[in-house]
């Protein structure tokens, strides 16, 4: 069974309230710890030696260069999107595409205006999958769950203030569950204790018609921005 398999399976049993568990080959009984997301004195260059030129899965077939991560190692607030797509995947970098473009604005004009010294450099960004998805569909859940865990080791070495999740991919991945982020934005959540506030993604937004949810994607940065750095 993978660690993540594991852990997944000792929190369920921890939501029952069952702490200790006999194991069938010994008489004491063992109480055993949940084991961690990260290795111990885990780093972002040694999660991203981790991945090196990573086959694990399909998505690496269409893959011109891995897009692990970019901005601040110590942010207090880290944006998680869905996957590269094509500019990404030609530069390595995650949003520097339009929605990119857009991202940014979003993060440094909505800090502005509420009278905070932020730019896109102080915050963290990345993405539930490292490469990008064939005509940029929607990551499949195996292709999340198996780069879901460098995600997650990102996130517990970053240890942020805050996560701010860019659409329905990246809140699945994050929170687990069915609902999309018109459900589950405007309040917080939590990803292991850390604070989580779900958005649309930037790329949405792009949409002409959209304009009902630039407005609520401003609120939730607004609220996201507040919280982190007031
Ligand atoms: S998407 Fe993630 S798990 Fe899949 S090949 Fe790329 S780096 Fe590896």
Same mark, same amino acid.
């Given at each position: 069974?993978?660690?993540?398999? $594991?852990?997944?399976?000792?929190?369920?049993?921890?939501?029952? +309230?069952?702490?200790? #568990?006999?194991?069938?080959? *010994?008489?004491? %009984?063992?109480? %055993?710890? #949940?084991?961690?997301?990260?290795? @111990?004195?885990?780093?972002?260059?040694? &999660? #991203?030696?981790? %991945?090196?030129?990573? /086959? !694990?899965?399909?998505?690496? @077939? +269409?893959?011109?260069?891995?897009?692990?991560?970019? +901005?601040?190692?110590?942010?207090?607030?880290?944006?998680?999107?869905?996957?590269?797509?094509?500019?990404?995947?030609?530069?390595?970098?995650?949003?520097?595409?339009?929605?990119?473009?857009?991202?940014?604005?979003?993060?440094? =004009? @909505?800090? *502005?205006?509420?009278? &905070?010294? #932020?730019? !896109?450099?102080?915050?963290?960004?990345? =993405?539930?999958?490292?490469?990008?998805?064939?005509?940029?569909? /929607?990551?499949?859940?195996?292709?999340?769950? @198996?780069?879901?865990?460098?995600?997650?080791?990102?996130?517990?070495?970053?240890?942020?203030?805050? %996560?701010?999740?860019?659409?329905?991919? *990246?809140?699945?991945?994050?929170?687990?569950?069915?609902? +999309?982020? /018109?459900?589950?934005?405007?309040?917080?959540?939590?990803?292991?204790?850390?604070? $989580? &506030?779900?958005?649309?993604?930037?790329?949405?937004?792009?949409?002409?018609?959209?304009?009902?949810?630039?407005?609520?994607?401003?609120?939730?940065?607004?609220?996201?921005?507040?919280?982190?750095?007031?």
């Amino acid at each position: 069974m993978s660690p993540d398999a $594991l852990r997944r399976q000792l929190e369920y049993y921890r939501d029952l +309230g069952i702490k200790d #568990l006999y194991r069938k080959d *010994a008489i004491p %009984i063992v109480n %055993i710890e #949940l084991p961690g997301l990260a290795p @111990t004195g885990d780093s972002l260059p040694r &999660i #991203l030696k981790d %991945i090196g030129d990573c /086959t !694990r899965c399909r998505l690496h @077939t +269409g893959r011109n260069k891995l897009v692990f991560g970019v +901005g601040n190692p110590q942010a207090k607030l880290v944006f998680v999107g869905e996957g590269p797509g094509a500019d990404e995947d030609a530069q390595g970098i995650p949003f520097v595409g339009r929605a990119g473009q857009l991202l940014t604005q979003m993060i440094e =004009n @909505t800090a *502005a205006k509420e009278g &905070i010294p #932020l730019k !896109r450099a102080d915050v963290y960004i990345c =993405n539930v999958v490292k490469c990008r998805p064939p005509e940029n569909r /929607t990551p499949e859940p195996d292709e999340m769950e @198996t780069c879901g865990q460098f995600l997650f080791r990102q996130l517990s070495v970053i240890q942020p203030k805050a %996560i701010c999740a860019l659409g329905s991919t *990246a809140a699945k991945a994050l929170l687990g569950g069915k609902d +999309g982020v /018109t459900r589950l934005r405007g309040k917080w959540h939590k990803w292991h204790d850390i604070p $989580l &506030i779900v958005t649309f993604h930037p790329s949405y937004l792009l949409r002409p018609y959209n304009q009902n949810a630039k407005r609520e994607a401003w609120e939730d940065l607004k609220k996201a921005l507040h919280f982190v750095y007031d």
